[in-house]
């Protein structure tokens, strides 16, 4: 079933600006992860939060999480033209047995006009 | 990390056919996963393929329709059974190693005519 529910579904920025998306989930997780997908293909790992952080940094990348509100955010500074991509957040979850699964949201679609 | 490699990267099949997606990862994962992504939605989990016994399937998806193989630690088939227009997708292998973060194949572009 689908927990994450990102927000807006469609950005679009002109290149050199900030472009933030938001994440909301409604279980408890064990971590909360964000990926690339570009044009319908494989997605790329971004960044991986973990429950009990709030803010981390990956290059032009933050992410923040707040387990209180069950939500999450992804900002990419100085965005690039080759930024434009669909974002997806995913929540992990113990699903037992050693094992984690992962349940994506809806997807941001961004796009960085040149 | 891991590289996952799928095949066939696209395929248009006809309706009532049978296609196998093949997934080899050139390193040992612990979990290998399916999923199925719509046109513009996101990814929905049709099952864990798990080595050496059968797989576990998710609400809505059962094993006559897509059978999986996961016969060692690195490879798995998903096959898309008598398929109809409604399985036109992008079909996505995925696998983790020691913690969640998620490698996924190319996938694989389906039309049913």
Partial sequence: ?114 | SAVISQKPSRDICQRGTSLTIQCQVDSQVTMMFWYRQQPGQSLTLIATANQGSEATYESGFVIDKFPISRPNLTFSTLTVSNMSPEDSSIYLCSATGEGTEAFFGQGTRLTVV
């Fill in chain 1, 1 to 114: 079933s689908q927990q994450g529910e990102e927000d807006p579904q469609a950005l679009s920025i002109q290149e050199g600006e900030n472009a933030t998306m938001n994440c909301s989930y409604k279980t408890s997780i064990n971590n909360l992860q964000w990926y690339r997908q570009n044009s319908g293909r494989g997605l790329v790992h971004l960044i991986l939060i973990r429950s009990n952080e709030r803010e981390k940094h990956s290059g032009r990348l933050r992410v923040t999480l707040d387990t209180s509100k069950k939500s999450s955010s992804l900002l990419i500074t100085a965005s690039r033209a080759a930024d434009t991509a669909s974002y997806f957040c995913a929540t992990a979850a113990y699903s037992g047995a050693g094992s984690y699964q992962l349940t994506f949201g809806k997807g941001t679609k961004l796009s960085v006009i040149p």
